[in-house]
Every structure is written in structure tokens, then in C-alpha cells.
């Protein structure tokens, strides 16, 4: 007899039942990712990285079932290793007084700072709290986190910035943030 492959329900939407997916990153169109036919969708949290513009639970939970009923894995953008002026958490006053833990920008992204990973005051930010980063995403619905610039520590080290030099266990600091 012919195997038969069948679609997860609305409820067991699992990584091993992953056949397609999507990456949209930048001027998520809603509706149309919730039409689509992919078993994941990689997406920002928020339509324009403002706070504001974030997604709700309800829309997170929309996108999460397909056009045929069957159940989809949402995961949501969040970069670690470098703070993005386009962000909701990002304070204007920065640019002029930055706090200890923001470094250089990165030459190859506008308005993306590399940042001291290992301190408490960006980890604060990120995690830990009603309104950092992934509380957020975690609240919303998501169903896992894509994190960015793990990898940061290799930036800091080709670019020689002093905090590199000055931390010989940049990769450790990664992982225990991580």
C-alpha cells in the first residue's frame, strides 16, 4: 500500500512536520502571511520595530493556523549581539551619551551597534522583565525565538575593539547569554 504523508492538526504542529517556510523580516503584509501556505514563518515581532507597531497575541495566533486549518510554527526575530537604533527600546539620547554596554556600529548595517552581550544592562533589555525583548515575544505567542548576531563576537574580535581584546571569553559570554 502507498504511505499517505499527512499535514499536523491545529495542534501538533511540530519542527519534524516542517516542509516550507517563510522569512519576512521587513513590511509584513498580515494577511497575506496568514494566506500563505508555509509550516513556518520566521517574522519580527513588530511591523516596524517600534513598539507600538508590535504584534498582538490575536495576530500572532491567526498566523499560526494555515489556510487549510492545519497548524503553523511562528517564530519571532530577535537580534542579541547588536542593538538596533530601529528598535522600541532604543532611547534617542544614546547617540550622544551611550550607556557602557553599547560599542561601535556595525560599518555593514546602518544603525546596528554592537553591544558589551555580557552586561547586565543590555541582558536586562533583552530578557528578564515585562517589557524586554523576549517577555515580550514569549507574551505575544510566539512559538520559538530566531536569534541574531550569536555570532557578534567574532565582529568584535576582526574589528579589534578593545572590549574584545579586554575579554578573552567572548564565545563563553555568548553561550552563557544564550
Not at 516542517?18 to 494566506?35: K, P, T
Not at 515585562?130 to 574580535?157: H, N, S, T
Request: charged share 25%.
Amino acid at each position: 500500500p502507498a504511505s499517505r504523508r499527512t499535514a499536523p492538526n491545529a495542534t501538533t504542529a511540530t519542527p519534524a512536520a516542517i516542509r516550507s517556510w517563510g522569512y519576512q523580516l521587513q513590511h509584513l503584509d498580515l494577511s497575506r502571511a496568514a494566506e500563505s501556505p508555509f509550516d513556518l514563518l520566521v517574522i519580527d515581532p513588530s511591523r516596524d520595530g517600534s513598539d507600538e507597531g508590535t504584534l498582538t497575541a490575536a495576530e500572532v495566533a491567526r498566523l499560526k493556523v494555515k489556510p487549510d486549518g492545519t497548524r503553523r510554527l511562528v517564530v519571532a526575530y530577535l537580534s542579541i549581539g547588536e542593538a538596533e537604533s530601529y528598535r522600541g527600546y532604543w532611547q534617542a539620547s544614546w547617540k550622544k551619551q551611550k550607556p557602557a554596554w553599547l560599542l561601535a556600529e556595525n560599518p555593514e548595517w546602518k544603525e546596528n551597534y554592537a553591544v558589551c552581550y555580557w552586561d547586565p544592562g543590555w541582558q536586562s533589555i533583552m530578557c528578564g522583565a515585562p517589557q524586554a525583548r523576549l517577555d515580550r515575544i514569549l507574551a505575544a505567542g510566539f512559538d520559538g525565538v530566531y536569534l541574531d548576531k550569536c555570532d557578534v563576537y567574532e565582529d568584535m574580535r576582526h574589528r579589534r575593539m578593545p572590549e574584545a581584546k579586554a575579554r578573552p571569553g567572548l564565545e563563553a559570554d555568548m553561550l552563557a547569554f544564550v
